[in-house]
């Protein structure tokens, strides 16, 4: 789909080369909002330890506000409706769709996305494990997918590798990782269980 | 999305008051459907008040039963000890929907009032009854694989989408809201409405009324209890069919017998009269195959979906085989 077809995407452009003001879409009917409603708004997102002071629209996700206006381009749309997972951040340290999450509704909260988990040249022990065990092909699905390992290891629910596929369900691979993503994970867990039995 | 504004609620009082003030005014809870459908234009709403934050997020077990906070997420349900222990197949079914991340956000007010999956709903633009009233249904001779086969009308035979929801059909939840009106309890069976030849209204609900919990007395039985899921694929997906189903066996008896359907009904659809024959039967392949055929008697289908009725019946057959080997 070209960008102007999308109608999110589109919105969002206007919403911000226009400073906010809500050009409407289409014909207005008597059920438009008036025309003040939905202005920018104040809010403070903490991302990756840093604190970030926004002026944005409340109609903004965090998956927009996170690449197009803080330029981590990190977290990935794929599908910008919870269909595909590879716009998983975590927040607070539970994974979630940021293409589901107002920013605004995440302010307060501790945003990590892919760009927060290393520390400095030192990969994150999934990102590392993804790339020893080949866990990708294209790349476009693996942001979401180390950050929903993550809250996956967190969560403590899987053990199998069945449980693995199971709890890694919300992220598809359409280069189909899947058979090494399952690898890479287990590697991680099974040394984090070794380390902290 | 068209644009809207935006604030955090201080309390369910004053969140009922600002949904009340705007009529496309609409609580925000975890997002996950409410985003979804705006992003598609299905909805349009000039307010959000967020009411994911206020302390309704408890889950307080007791001998008399369960009261499950209207904030507490999916996730946080599906793997609390009780549920686990007491509503198995509360728990399964939780787990069954969706994925780990849209379970980490939804919210038990937010899983009851999810709308429909049906396509035409969705697109914003095709003729759609619930969507707006009076201008039609494409699905009735559209594309009708995945909708529903009971407590259909016509004007509406959208499927009611919730896992969650049909495993509350058979645990004689209610839901306790707060309101225009003030405080009220609502059985879960009235709570989702047929669609008749209003499918634009869903649920009981008022507008502005809050959910602030449900509740789930005691049913010690409730321990051998099965959810079962059939869809297209593995995980990940919504029900093609399902079913959550108890069984108080004693003696080698069926006691007492809970049937709900999921995936094939306009809303969480509780079977009674499956129920009613098997008490006093023995728990046999036979008598659960006869359950099935009972929960389906009424089955209306159209041209996609007519699978469903087969399906559904051995859904429920497998889903009863299941529980009465449970211990119980
Ligand atoms: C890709 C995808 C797959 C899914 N698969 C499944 C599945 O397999 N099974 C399943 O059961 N579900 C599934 N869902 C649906 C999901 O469970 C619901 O979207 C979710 O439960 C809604 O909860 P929420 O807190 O995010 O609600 P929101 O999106 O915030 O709100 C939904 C509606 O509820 C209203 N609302 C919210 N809180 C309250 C309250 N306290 N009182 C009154 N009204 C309230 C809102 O105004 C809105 O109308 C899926 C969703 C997606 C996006
Ligand atoms: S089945 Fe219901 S929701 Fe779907 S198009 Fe018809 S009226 Fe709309
Ligand atoms: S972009 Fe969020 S789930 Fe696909
Ligand atoms: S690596 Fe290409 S989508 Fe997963």
């Not at chain 1, 180390?146 to 992220?171: F, P, Q, Y």
């Not at chain 1, 890479?184 to 070794?194: I, S």
């Not at chain 2, 039963?65 to 000890?81: E, P, Q, T, W």
């Not at chain 2, 929960?295 to 057959?317: D, S």
């Given at each position: 789909m070209a960008p102007s077809d999308d109608p999110d995407r589109r919105d969002f452009i206007q919403g911000v080369t226009a400073?906010g003001l809500a050009l409407g879409l289409g014909a207005?009917?008597?059920?438009?909002?008036?025309?003040?409603?939905g202005?920018?708004?104040?809010?403070?997102?903490?991302?990756?330890?840093?604190?970030?002071?926004?002026?944005i629209e409340p109609r903004v996700t965090l998956l927009d506000a996170l690449r197009e206006v803080?330029h981590?381009t990190?977290s990935k749309k794929g599908c910008d409706h919870g269909q595909c997972g590879a716009c998983?951040?975590?927040?607070?340290?539970?994974?979630?769709n940021s293409c589901l999450t107002l920013a605004?509704?995440?302010?307060?909260?501790?945003?990590?996305?892919?760009?927060?988990?290393?520390?400095?040249?030192?990969?994150?022990?999934?990102?590392?494990?993804?790339?020893?065990?080949?866990?990708?092909?294209?790349?476009y699905c693996?942001?979401g997918?180390?950050?929903?390992?993550?809250?996956?290891?967190?969560?403590?629910?899987?053990?199998?590798?069945?449980?693995?596929?199971?709890?890694?369900?919300?992220?598809i691979?359409r280069?189909?990782?899947?058979?090494?993503?399952?690898?890479?994970?287990?590697?991680?867990?099974?040394?984090?269980?070794?380390?902290?039995? | 999305m068209t644009p809207f504004?935006?604030?955090?609620?201080?309390?369910?009082?004053?969140?009922?008051?600002?949904?009340?003030?705007?009529?496309?005014?609409?609580?925000?809870?975890?997002g996950?459907?409410l985003i979804d459908l705006m992003k598609l234009y299905a909805e349009r709403?000039?307010?959000?008040?967020?009411?994911?934050?206020?302390?309704?997020?408890?889950?307080?077990?007791?001998?008399?039963?369960?009261?499950?906070?209207?904030?507490?997420?999916?996730?946080?349900?599906?793997?609390?000890?009780?549920?686990?222990?007491?509503?198995?197949?509360?728990?399964?079914?939780?787990?069954?929907?969706?994925?780990?991340?849209?379970?980490?956000?939804?919210?038990?007010?937010?899983?009851?009032?999810?709308?429909?999956?049906?396509p035409?709903?969705r697109d914003g633009h095709s003729?759609?009854?619930?969507?707006?009233?009076?201008?039609?249904?494409?699905?009735?001779?559209?594309?009708?694989?995945?909708?529903?086969?009971?407590?259909?009308?016509?004007?509406?035979?959208?499927?009611?989408?919730?896992?969650?929801?049909?495993?509350?059909?058979?645990?004689?939840?209610?839901?306790?809201?707060?309101?225009?009106?003030?405080?009220?309890?609502?059985?879960?069976?009235?709570?989702?409405?047929?669609?008749?030849?209003?499918?634009?209204?869903?649920?009981?609900?008022?507008?502005?009324?809050?959910?602030?919990?449900?509740?789930?007395?005691?049913?010690?039985?409730?321990?051998?209890?099965?959810?079962?899921?059939?869809?297209?694929?593995?995980?990940?997906?919504?029900?093609?069919?399902?079913?959550?189903?108890?069984?108080?066996?004693?003696?080698?008896?069926?006691?007492?017998?809970?049937?709900?359907?999921?995936?094939?009904?306009?809303?969480?659809?509780?079977?009674?009269?499956?129920?009613?024959?098997?008490?006093?039967?023995?728990?046999?392949?036979?008598?659960?195959?006869?359950?099935?055929?009972?929960?389906?008697?009424?089955?209306?289908?159209?041209?996609?979906?007519?699978?469903?009725?087969?399906?559904?019946?051995?859904?429920?057959?497998?889903?009863?085989?299941?529980?009465?080997?449970?211990?119980?």
């Open positions: 400073g207005a009917t008597s059920a438009d909002p008036p025309a003040d409603v202005q920018p708004i104040p809010m403070k997102l903490t991302i990756n330890g840093q604190d970030r002071e926004l002026q803080l981590l990190g998983t951040v975590l927040i607070d340290g539970r994974r979630v605004v509704a995440a302010a307060g909260g501790q945003v990590t996305t892919i760009e927060g988990l290393a520390k400095g040249e030192e990969l994150h022990p999934l990102q590392a494990a993804f790339i020893k065990h080949d866990a990708f092909q294209c790349g693996t942001p997918q180390i950050c929903s390992a993550v809250g996956l290891m967190a969560e403590g629910h899987a053990k199998s590798d069945a449980d693995v596929r199971e709890l890694m369900s919300g992220n691979c280069c189909g990782a899947y058979p090494n993503i399952v690898a890479a994970v287990q590697e991680v867990q099974q040394l984090a269980a070794k380390e902290n039995p | 504004d935006y604030v955090r609620a201080d309390g369910p009082d004053a969140a009922v008051k600002q949904v009340v003030a705007r009529p496309t005014a609409a609580f925000l809870g975890g996950t459907g709403h000039d307010l959000l008040v967020d009411v994911s934050r206020l302390p309704m997020d408890k889950v307080e077990a007791t001998e008399k039963g369960v009261r499950i906070g209207a904030n507490v997420r999916n996730s946080d349900l599906a793997y609390h000890a009780a549920i686990r222990t007491r509503f198995p197949v509360l728990s399964e079914a939780l787990l069954s929907g969706a994925s780990p991340q849209l379970r980490n956000m939804a919210t038990v007010g937010g899983n009851l009032m999810q709308r429909t999956r049906c035409y709903f003729a759609c009854n619930k969507r707006v009233p009076k201008s039609g249904c494409a699905a009735l001779d559209g594309v009708n694989r995945g909708h529903a086969v009971l407590g259909t009308s016509d004007h509406c035979i959208a499927t009611h989408p919730s896992d969650l929801c049909v495993a509350l059909a058979i645990l004689d939840a209610t839901v306790r809201t707060t309101g225009p009106k003030g405080e009220r309890t609502i059985p879960f069976a009235d709570f989702h409405r047929l669609p008749g030849d209003t499918p634009d209204r869903e649920t009981a609900l008022d507008h502005g009324e809050l959910i602030t919990a449900v509740d789930l007395p005691a049913l010690p039985w409730a321990t051998r209890s099965h959810y079962l899921k059939v869809r297209d694929r593995a995980s990940y997906e919504f029900a093609l069919t399902s079913a959550a189903v108890a069984l108080e066996i004693a003696d080698g008896v069926i006691k007492q017998a809970r049937i709900a359907l999921g995936g094939v009904g306009t809303k969480p659809w509780r079977a009674a009269e499956a129920e009613k024959a098997l008490v006093g039967k023995k728990p046999t392949p036979e008598a659960f195959a006869a359950a099935g055929d009972a929960a389906l008697a009424g089955a209306v289908p159209r041209q996609h979906n007519a699978f469903k009725i087969p399906l559904a019946k051995r859904t429920v057959a497998r889903a009863l085989a299941a529980a009465a080997a449970m211990p119980g």
